[in-house]
């Protein structure tokens, strides 16, 4: 079966930085675009981040360009965010997600909780 569990969250201070990883198993990794979803306290799904299979091609959402930095090691079949320069309204439950088609996601981990507080 496809699994996705995240891990890396935690609490930081504004400016401080993390780093997510969203190990894959149960389907061929490397024939998938893999996404970053997160929802932060009382608010719905925001898509956070884009990669392509080869790790050739990215996306970011305006709110975390320049600050995060999507990546995968397709040989650990592993999806890694970045986040730098954290701000408080980063605090959210971040996903990973498979994508089948176009933001169409068809498996979501569990999520990992970021805290961003002084």
């Known amino acids: 079966q496809v699994q996705l569990v995240e891990s890396g969250g935690g609490l930081v201070q504004p400016g401080g930085s993390l780093r997510l990883s969203c190990a894959a198993s149960?389907?061929?990794?490397?024939?998938?675009?893999m996404n970053w979803v997160r929802q932060a306290p009382g608010k719905g799904l925001e898509w956070v981040s884009s990669?392509?299979?080869?790790?050739?091609?990215?996306y970011y959402a305006d709110s975390v360009q320049g600050r995060f930095t999507i990546s995968r090691d397709n040989a650990k079949n592993t999806l890694y965010l970045r986040m730098n320069s954290l701000k408080p309204e980063d605090t959210a439950v971040y996903y990973c997600?498979?994508?089948?088609?176009?933001?169409?996601?068809?498996?979501w981990g569990q999520g990992t909780q970021v805290t961003v507080s002084s």
């Open positions: 149960g389907f061929t990794f490397t024939n998938y675009w």
């Open positions: 997600a498979r994508e089948y088609g176009f933001l169409s996601f068809d498996s």
């Open positions: 990669t392509n299979d080869k790790d050739s091609e990215t």
